[in-house]
């Protein structure tokens, strides 16, 4: 493998882990002299599909608008068009230069298409996103998320790119002086890349001792417990039901507890879940498919969590969830667990005619064929 491919592999790989996380709390950046809107309120909240209600109509009727243009991009990246992200957040930085926000956001687009980019492709996209980043901070030293996504870039990006993990640390450290419950968050980013999970589980418990109101650390910890690797089902609970005190209507601390009660087969306690997470977010089907995904990975309650699935392909999945193609996906796996091989087999293909570059399901189907 020559340096070139070597660069796009690592690039690829910075890109995909840094920026999906972080990306999109991007419109919490300060944004002096503009208020905050309804749609930016939705978005801090993972309400993607209710702030695209508002915002497009805003967009074509003020194209003009910056803020709009940032606010609809992220929104579009959100439902991985970023082709239609791209020129709106090239806009909103050609609108308004010297805001740091918007050139982070312009600079994520580039990195969400690099990641998803052919070697050829991926290098240049990186620089870009490097290059707005970089902008980002000098405009604004104390953007959180400018920083973290720098932090990441240094600790991941090979040397030749401007690859530092000293330097990386030292913007861990920037974050943790300007807010330190997001310092921990950012500092299990890094544990978590050296897979040193008991850092990662110390920095995610700081991160709720620093600021116990934090919802964002709140269900990172919850998260990390309920994977079978950690399996502190009780612990997850626990910080899962602080996080719905601190706001019932995001979607997150809903699944977890679903996932939590499928894992542990607490069927009689599921429903209930199910049923109040649909009420308070109606709109946002994820408890359905976490739930029916612990199963598959239990293989209990196959026929339940088939039903699961399919509730969650009802309705259009939310931004930033598993999509079409990955809700049609885990049907097949199901399907397939049940022993309806044919079905499980045309769920499988028809999540590829969704998304034909999808690896999972390209792996899936040829298994099945062997």
Same mark, same amino acid.
């Given at each position: 493998?020559?340096?070139?491919?070597?660069?796009?592999?690592?690039?690829?790989?910075?890109?995909?882990?840094?920026?999906?996380?972080?990306?999109?709390?991007?419109?919490?950046?300060?944004?002096?002299?503009?208020?905050?809107?309804?749609?930016?309120?939705?978005?801090?909240?993972?309400?993607?599909?209710? @702030? +695209? =209600?508002?915002?497009?109509?805003?967009?074509?009727?003020?194209?003009?608008?910056? #803020?709009?243009?940032?606010?609809?991009? *992220?929104?579009?990246?959100?439902?991985?068009?970023?082709?239609?992200?791209?020129?709106?957040?090239?806009?909103?930085?050609?609108?308004?230069?010297?805001?740091?926000?918007?050139?982070?956001?312009?600079?994520?687009?580039?990195?969400?298409?690099? @990641? +998803? =980019?052919?070697?050829?492709?991926?290098?240049?996209?990186?620089?870009?996103?490097? #290059?707005?980043?970089?902008?980002?901070? *000098?405009?604004?030293?104390?953007?959180?998320?400018a920083l973290d996504a720098m932090m990441q870039f240094k600790y991941q990006a090979p040397l030749l790119m401007g690859g530092d993990k000293q330097e990386a640390r030292a913007l861990a450290d920037k974050i943790a002086q300007l807010d330190p419950s997001e310092g921990y968050l950012s500092r299990a980013k890094l544990a978590d890349l050296d897979n040193n999970q008991a850092q990662v589980e110390d920095d995610y418990l700081q991160a709720v001792q620093a600021n116990p109101r934090n919802y964002e650390a709140l269900t990172a910890v919850a998260k990390f417990y309920s994977q079978p690797m950690h399996a502190k089902y009780a612990e997850a609970a626990k910080h899962a039901q602080a996080a719905l005190r601190i706001d019932s209507n995001r979607v997150e601390a809903h699944w977890v507890l679903a996932r939590i009660c499928a894992l542990q087969e607490r069927w009689g306690d599921l429903g209930p879940v199910l049923a109040a997470a649909e009420k308070n977010v109606p709109d946002d089907l994820r408890p359905f498919y976490e739930a029916a995904q612990a199963s598959l990975e239990t293989g209990k309650e196959l026929s339940r969590a088939e039903g699961y699935a399919k509730k969650y392909l009802s309705q259009e999945p939310e931004g930033e969830e598993p999509g079409t193609a990955e809700a049609h996906r885990l049907l097949g796996l199901l399907l397939g667990r049940e022993g309806r091989n044919a079905e499980g087999r045309a769920e499988i293909q028809i999540a590829l005619r969704i998304k034909p570059n999808f690896k999972a399901a390209k792996d899936d189907l040829r298994n099945w064929n062997n």
């Open positions: 493998m020559n340096m070139s491919h070597k660069l796009s592999g690592l690039i690829l790989t910075f890109i995909a882990l840094c920026l999906v996380a972080g990306w999109h709390e991007l419109s919490q950046a300060s944004d002096p002299g503009i208020s905050g809107s309804d749609a930016e309120a939705l978005i801090k909240s993972g309400h993607w599909k209710r @702030a +695209r =209600a508002i915002l497009e109509p805003q967009a074509q009727a003020h194209p003009q608008d910056a #803020r709009t243009c940032y606010l609809l991009a *992220q929104v579009k990246m959100s439902f991985e068009d970023f082709d239609g992200a791209l020129p709106l957040a090239q806009r909103a930085v050609d609108l308004d230069w010297k805001n740091s926000a918007y050139h982070l956001n312009l600079g994520v687009v580039y990195g969400q298409m690099a @990641a +998803r =980019a052919s070697m050829i492709s991926a290098g240049p996209l990186a620089i870009k996103f490097r #290059r707005e980043a970089e902008t980002a901070l *000098q405009l604004d030293p104390k953007n959180l998320d």
